[in-house]
């Protein structure tokens, strides 16, 4: 028996998300139905909504920041049972063959994984061929891309740890942060909070960069130990040289050349938001100090497990605002003014009730 399931989706780029109802697969041998108790809210999903990165294909359920409880499992899922916590992230499956799948690194699969809505279902099982995401009350989830999420993690606030939380603790890792690192974190947001948290509980002296003081006073309690003004031509000036590694979370077009200053030598810039305009970039900065530009895409489900593991041995979640399910809309206008400290969750039990 397929799933009924309860959502909001999106019906076409220029429409306000509305409720809607679809089936899920019924479990199969490895398969976890998850109720869907939390769903966070990223900037992707505002994006595919309205068709902003590529037409999206409707009726639309986003949502990849998937935090809840297990309500059934296959014959084969042994890692699960009825009853566990359980997150989902922005992969629901890939091609397990390519070497990156085979390395663990499954958001870099070759043929591409399958994005948790909008993306072609391998599995079938219904006559839904595009995923459906998260701002709905059940899913169902091969065991692969199923994460536990410890019991000291809040359900709520971990749940954008399952992008949010990954897409910045993956650089952190990948470019080897620890105590003695000197990192800055452009932009306070969503991803820019969490980079924050989990460089200063890796060790780093963290350094963020905005456009204004407003949130001074939470990234100090954050754990920053400097805040910089990027228009403030002195201050930058005084931070040229300074930083390992820079985590960019800025998604609108912006001036990246005097940030790219700011690196030490052999220090790496890392690009975590999507712009759609192309940088201007400069060769002489960068050969200058050996400096690096470089690119990041969420991370693998064994990374993301061990990002969870480490949020609940540090204590560090992320800070969220609860919205109810018919606030959606009225978030992504908060969202596109940055008017979020530091991420909606929305409240998917409430769908059910
Ligand atoms: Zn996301
Ligand atoms: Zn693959």
């Not at 958001?107 to 099982?125: A, E, I, N, S």
């Not at 800025?250 to 759609?276: C, F, K, N, P």
């Not at 990041?296 to 109810?324: K, N, P, V, W, Y």
């Amino acid at each position: 028996m397929p799933i009924a399931t309860r959502a909001f989706a999106a019906t076409a780029a220029d429409k306000p998300l509305t409720p809607y109802s679809f089936e899920r697969r019924d479990p199969g041998p490895d398969d976890v139905l998850i109720d869907i108790k939390y769903c966070g809210v990223c900037h992707s999903d505002l994006h595919a909504a309205r068709s902003e990165t590529g037409r999206s294909t409707y009726p639309l359920v986003p949502g990849h920041e998937i935090a809840g409880v297990v309500k059934a499992v296959g014959s084969n899922v042994t890692r699960f049972k009825v009853g566990d916590r359980v997150g989902v992230g922005c992969m629901v499956d890939s091609c397990r063959e390519c070497a990156s799948c085979q390395e663990g690194v499954e958001q870099y699969c070759v043929p591409g994984f399958t994005g948790t809505y909008g993306g072609k279902d391998r599995k079938g099982g219904t006559d839904q061929t595009i995923t459906q995401g998260g701002y709905s009350d059940h899913i169902t989830v091969d065991q692969h891309f199923v994460l536990s999420i410890p019991d000291s993690l809040p359900l709520d606030a971990a749940a954008p740890l399952l992008c949010a939380g990954i897409t910045t603790y993956s650089p952190l890792k990948e470019w080897g942060v620890g105590p003695g690192s000197r990192v800055a974190v452009i932009g306070l947001g969503g991803l820019g909070h969490m980079a924050v948290k989990l460089a200063t509980a890796m060790g780093a002296e963290v350094t963020v960069l905005s456009t204004s003081d407003r949130k001074k006073a939470d990234a100090e309690r954050m754990g920053a130990q400097h805040f910089l003004i990027n228009s403030d031509k002195d201050a930058m000036k005084a931070a040229a040289e300074k930083f390992d590694l820079i985590i960019n979370t800025v998604s609108a077009t912006h001036e990246i050349a005097s940030h790219i200053q700011l690196l030490a030598r052999d220090g790496t810039m890392i690009m975590l938001g999507l712009t759609t305009e192309g940088l201007p970039v400069f060769a002489l900065p960068l050969l200058w100090r050996r400096r690096r530009i470089a690119g990041s895409l969420i991370g693998g489900i064994r990374e993301t497990q061990e990002m969870l593991d480490f949020c609940a041995r540090h204590g560090i979640a992320c800070d969220i605002e609860t919205i109810a399910p018919d606030q959606i809309n009225e978030a992504y206008e908060r969202m596109e003014k940055s008017d979020v400290r530091y991420r909606f969750v929305i409240d998917m039990a409430s769908l059910a009730a």
